[in-house]
């Protein structure tokens, strides 16, 4: 006699809250890491179906089930799979190889190939749009059919969400008094919990430290840059897998160069002090 109150799946599927959260967990390392395969893995487990889970579910059942569906944006889960691949190589990548433009997750065309090899490249949509026709002759050629993720061809969602039936809105704004942005920051980040609240908060703090075209300056040096360069922010900061804690920053140099820049080592500048650039390099 089967056991309708156990997971017979080839991908096990959580039946406890408690197995939930080691999965959320695992979901959460991996999107840290880039691990493409364990991302897709723990979000199979979390959407399911599964046949052992209840028909009419309980309130409890409903709490997870939206924040399932919080997580997928109301896609299906192979659209919502699609839409994480994405926004891993985008995070990877940052900037689009051919015409040097930083990625908008929304506006980014993904190339893989399968087979003997296996192997993937992001690119902006203007720049697919130029090379589409050439790239896909040169495939044909080889014999190789690509398959293309345009993000302009996927459903993001606009469905605004109910944060005061998320458990996190309410805990971190309980906490953090008044604060609704930040609550609501770590309601999208972490929709099951499972977080260290006083290190989001100090990336949180990081991550808006500084605005489009502030005036910073290098507090020590990075790379050929000497401590002292100054500059000015261009955009918002990005955040890779090496963790909330350490982004980056693109700034813009008085010579007009742009350059990336750990966000830990900027600090504000007074706009009024004449903008130092690099030092110019010394003749042996």
């Not at 089967?2 to 991908?11: A, E, L, M, P, Q």
């Not at 506006?107 to 296996?118: F, N």
């Amino acid at each position: 006699m089967s056991d309708h109150t156990r997971c017979w799946c080839v991908i096990h599927h959580p039946q406890t809250p408690e197995e939930r959260a080691e999965v959320h967990t695992s979901l959460a390392f991996a999107r840290r890491i880039g691990d493409q395969s364990g991302v897709i893995l723990c979000l199979a487990m979390l959407l399911g179906p599964c046949p052992a889970w209840p028909s009419s579910p309980t309130k409890k059942e409903k709490i997870v089930n939206e924040l399932i569906h919080a997580l997928a944006g109301g896609a299906a889960p192979d659209k919502a799979l699609e839409r994480e691949t994405l926004r891993m190589y985008v995070a990877r990548q940052i900037t689009c190889p051919i015409n040097k433009t930083v990625l908008d997750i929304k506006r980014a065309v993904l190339i893989e190939i399968t087979g003997v090899t296996s192997d993937a490249q992001i690119i902006s949509a203007e720049a697919w749009d130029d090379l589409a026709t050439e790239v896909l002759e040169r495939f044909a050629e080889l014999g190789i059919v690509p398959k293309v993720t345009d993000a302009r061809l996927l459903d993001w969602t606009t469905r605004p969400m109910d944060y005061e039936e998320l458990g996190v809105y309410r805990d971190v704004l309980n906490r953090f008094t008044g604060d609704e942005t930040f609550a609501r920051w770590c309601a999208n980040r972490y929709p099951w919990g499972a977080f260290d609240l006083g290190h989001e908060r100090r990336a949180y703090e990081l991550l808006h430290r500084f605005a489009d075209g502030d005036a910073v300056r290098l507090r020590s040096r990075w790379e050929d840059l000497p401590c002292g360069t100054t500059g000015r922010t261009v955009g918002r900061p990005y955040e890779l897998f090496g963790g909330p804690m350490s982004p980056v920053q693109f700034i813009e140099l008085p010579d007009r160069r742009r350059v990336v820049v750990p966000l830990a080592h900027l600090e504000e500048a007074d706009s009024s002090e004449p903008e130092a650039g690099p030092e110019p390099p010394s003749v042996a």
